[in-house]
């Protein structure tokens, strides 16, 4: 955080040397703040998710607090509009609550039909198998025709897996992205062996989620050694 409420302005101030008040005529600097756009983002502050101002400022030559003379820029910041605190535009990088509940059911719906779609999509234990996974994650009311819907969206628009598992992976520890990669295994092995396409499908969830080739080969090897063995 950069500043609390406070000022808005930051200037130099000077009295007239000729003035019979001393303060009578007052020129000097001045920072004028216009606001050039709103959103929601995360307040250390209050500790939650706040709407804010984006603010830049300009610096201006004054005389009675007049602006006369526009000068150079002075910074921007975003302001919250709760608390007042400032901050540099950079925080907007950290999620707010909003975006982390929702990364992981966007991740894994991306994953499971991306998985669903590479192998048969009409295969029941691997149908069941993607619903649980997606209630798992946070959407209790997810069946078998929210499913379908997404199935049919995914086909047609060829299903981004990278936005969605990027924000996923941003909030994963490297444990969980494992644990969350033979999960999507696991989707494609419930119809049996996975096919290369489902191998493929399964290399793309985990370059997506920041793992390297030789760790995604591991992890799915592994998931394919224990659904074996069960
Ligand atoms: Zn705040």
Redesign the pocket.
């Known amino acids: 955080m950069i500043g609390g409420p406070g000022r808005s302005e930051d200037g130099l101030k000077f009295a007239w040397p000729g003035s019979l008040e001393g303060d009578m005529l007052i020129f000097g600097l001045r920072v004028c703040f216009r606001t050039i756009g709103h959103g929601e983002f995360h ?1 250390q ?2 500790g939650g998710d ?1 709407q804010y101002r984006h603010r830049v400022g300009r610096r201006w030559f004054h005389i009675f607090y007049i602006p006369v003379v526009r000068l150079d820029k002075a910074g921007e910041h975003l302001q ?1 509009t ?2 007042g ?1 400032r901050y540099r535009t950079g925080v907007l990088a950290v999620p707010t609550a909003a975006q982390m509940e929702a990364a992981l059911p966007a991740g894994t719906l991306a994953a499971a039909t991306c998985m669903l779609l590479a192998g048969d999509p009409a295969s029941g234990p691997a149908r069941r198998r993607a619903v649980d996974a997606v209630r798992s994650a946070g959407l209790a009311g997810y069946d078998e025709s929210a499913l379908e819907e997404d199935l049919v969206q995914s086909a047609v628009t060829g299903g981004d897996i990278a936005a969605p598992l990027n924000a996923l992976a941003a909030q994963l520890a490297v444990p969980a992205r494992e644990w969350f990669l033979a999960d999507v295994v696991r989707i494609g092995l419930a119809d049996g062996q996975l096919t290369d396409d489902e191998r493929l499908a399964a290399r793309q969830v985990a370059a997506n989620l920041g793992l390297t080739a030789a760790h995604a080969y591991g992890v799915i090897t592994m998931t394919e050694e224990g659904a074996t063995a069960e």
């Open positions: 307040c502050r209050c706040r919250c709760t608390c605190g």
